[in-house]
Nanobody, 127 residues
Framework: QVQLVESGGGLVQAGGSLRLSCAAS????????MGWFRQAPGKEREFVAA????????DSADSVKGRFTISRDNAKNTVYLQMNNLKPEDTAVYYC????????????????????WGQGTQVTVSS
């Protein structure tokens, strides 16, 4: 089992920044591909970013490219999502997730490929 706890969400004005953290406990953190997803009210959960086990490779959704950066610190069992130039359409509950699967785009884009999920943290961007 892996337990994931997100933090760092909040209310920010458009153009502002937030850094989300996701602390993992349980099994070996570096064994997992890590992802961030978000879900706005009335919408499906959508992929935001993912990072491979070593942290040497990452990918993100087109909607956040150039603004959001995923990173991880395996020594601290933590994955981060740095969010800059936030827009009102970024408002959502943000979830981190851990996957035992391979770091392949055909896999890490899909929520059901992830084995463990955090409880989520709310991000609200005001205009």
């Amino acid at each position: 089992q892996v337990q994931l706890v997100e933090s760092g969400g909040g209310l920010v004005q458009a153009g502002g920044s937030l850094r989300l953290s996701c602390a993992a406990s349980g099994r070996t953190f570096s064994n997992y591909v890590m992802g961030w997803f978000r879900q706005a009210p009335g919408k499906e959960r959508e992929f935001v970013a993912a990072i491979n086990r070593s942290g040497g490779s990452a990918d993100s959704a087109d909607s956040v490219k150039g603004r959001f950066t995923i990173s991880r610190d395996n020594a601290k069992n933590t994955v981060y999502l740095q969010m800059n130039n936030l827009k009102p359409e970024d408002t959502a509950v943000y979830y981190c997730a851990a996957s035992r699967g391979a770091f392949l785009k055909s896999l890490f884009l899909r929520p059901y490929e992830y084995n463990y999920w955090g409880q989520g943290t709310q991000v609200t961007v005001s205009s």
